[in-house]
């Protein structure tokens, strides 16, 4: 008998609403304020703690602003599939700069947000890396973007369950009817009932480690690439998984290990490498700094294997030139690391930040499994090989607005739709035995074997990769799948189980690796945030298409398919 309380399928709560939301960042909220506007009864369950989870309560910058000629939507587009590499949906792209450009951005202020201002009122623009205007907004107040839309989703009375993760979609005739969450305080299983599900659980970044004992991320914990294995566990195809986004961050001082350094461009930083040359010369001349986040990360990961690396493994950022608001956001002064930003410079690498594959969706975000719907870091296409600063965002509050409606739309004019008690069952019987592993007297810990998933992500499918790393990649995501079934909690209580929600995020993990690994081994080239060491350059004759993932007949099925222009 397993101690505390014993997963039964009985105790089940069933709760029952129009539209189930799952996240709680900005496009979870945003989703939800959606789909209850249309009408629809809401429930957001979110696996951290609503308004501190996801990248929402740390990311201030955002592609919102055209105030000024020369710039305009179509300027926009043509930034983004320049970034893009050619890759991105065009017709998604479409969609997203109406929105930003008709207001669906600035709405934010409607809610209670703060975008910086000038003295003359306007808003203070600011031009990231691999913009071509001056277009991002930012907001250094207390209340971020995801804090305001909180309190809309409180305004409105919407169910919330926080620090409850969604462990499984549900399917019934075809449709995804819901979902199956666990409640991390009380360990029970809630089924979660809807005619429409929008899948806003975010990235994917932790799984390549949170640092220091492995790879780089600069996400928070939850980010575990939980959107895209339960997605592709029902049938979804996923667009793009080969492309991760890397960022710097700093690699030393040690009190900044791991902390985003930003845009270079957004503190007027320049990057030198070890011979105190200024490197990006030789890898966007025209652009230098102001690249993009793509080319800088490649840049500098290419300057550490050529022997011109700092002491810590990656290259000089030098801040002399920055304004001191730009560097008021780090969270530590720089003088209690003992640096002096004007003089002394810190040592910068690139850390994994954000996914730019995920489900396939239409500009409705509607994916090609019924009643399944998904939005910004969860959904693939809008961003092509690579992200432009401040769209993530801004795709969050247009893309996550457009998930709730049409969700909404869809779930209002369906029957109340019925439940595959079976699914529920294994379910069930999947944590029960996660559980009941915690009678062995021996096996491998979950954060163990989370490390290992890590470091095998990071050392052979990162920031630099050729096929002998990939297949190498994938032949030990396999070897660690079978090291799932050795994995031995410590606790068999399923309150409070840390240990279990880890081994479930674990499960994902694995899942989301084999994608991206098997999408990054068949694109033999080189584009926006994949680089193969073995295919260094760009080749649009063979690639300037997308890789598709699929899982058919219990087999990972990898295609390619036409940019949707
Ligand atoms: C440090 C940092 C700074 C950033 N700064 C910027 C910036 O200035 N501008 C910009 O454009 N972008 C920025 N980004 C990127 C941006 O924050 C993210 O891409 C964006 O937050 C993605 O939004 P999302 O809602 O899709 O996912 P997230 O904000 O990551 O939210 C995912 C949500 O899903 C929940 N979740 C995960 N798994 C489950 C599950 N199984 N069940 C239920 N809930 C689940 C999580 O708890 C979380 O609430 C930054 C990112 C980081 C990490």
Known sequence: MIAGRRFTMRPFSVYEADVLVIGGGVTATRAAVAAHDQGAKVVLVDKGILGKSGGGPVAFSVTCAFMQAPDSAEVLFRDMIASGQGLNNRRLVKAFVEDVFEGRVLELEKFGIVF???????????????????????????????????????????????????????????????????????????????????????????????????????????????????????????????????????????LYKGILAGEPAAHNAKLYNSLGERFMERYDPERMERSTKDILAAAIVQEVKAGRGTPHGGAWMDFSAASDDSLHIFPYPFEEAGIDPRKDRVEVMPAAHYHMGGVKISEK?????????????????????????????ADSNVFGSRSGKYAAIDALRTERVGIDWQQTLEEEERLRRLLETGKKVSGIKPVDLKRKIQTVLWNDAGPLRDRASLTMAIKKIKEL?????????????????????????????????????????????????????????????????????????????????????
């Open 116 to 254: 910086a201002r000038e003295r003359d009122g306007q808003l203070s623009r600011r031009q990231m890396g691999g913009h071509s205007q001056p277009r991002d907004v930012a907001s250094f107040h207390a209340a971020s973007m995801v804090n305001v839309m909180v309190s809309e989703v409180m305004r409105r009375e919407i169910k919330v369950f926080s620090e409850t993760a969604i462990t499984k979609l549900l399917t019934y005739q075809g449709r995804i009817v819901g979902a199956i969450g666990l409640k991390r305080k009380t360990g029970e299983m809630i089924v979660f009932r809807a005619k429409s599900t929008v899948l806003t659980a975010g990235g994917a970044s932790q799984a390549f480690g949170p640092g220091s004992v492995c790879g780089y991320s600069t996400t928070l914990l939850e980010i575990t690439g939980d959107s895209y294995a339960m997605a592709y566990r029902v049938g979804a195809e996923l667009v793009d998984m080969e492309f991760i986004q890397y960022i710097l961050a700093f690699a030393y001082p040690e």
């Open 481 to 565: 799948r079978e090291e799932y079934g050795q994995l031995r909690l410590r606790d068999t209580s399923a309150q409070y189980n840390n240990e279990l929600m880890e081994a479930v995020d674990i499960a994902n993990m694995l899942d989301f690796g084999e994608m991206m690994a098997q999408a990054a081994l068949l694109r033999e080239e080189t584009r926006g945030g994949h680089y193969r060491e073995d295919f260094p350059k760009k080749d649009d004759e063979k690639w300037l298409k997308n890789i598709v993932i699929k899982k058919q007949d219990n087999e990972m099925c990898v295609s390619t398919m036409p940019v949707v222009m």
């Open 365 to 393: 975000c509607e994916s090609n499994v019924p009643g399944l719907y998904a939005s910004a870091e969860a959904a693939g296409g809008l961003h092509g090989a690579n992200r432009l600063a401040g769209c993530s965002t």
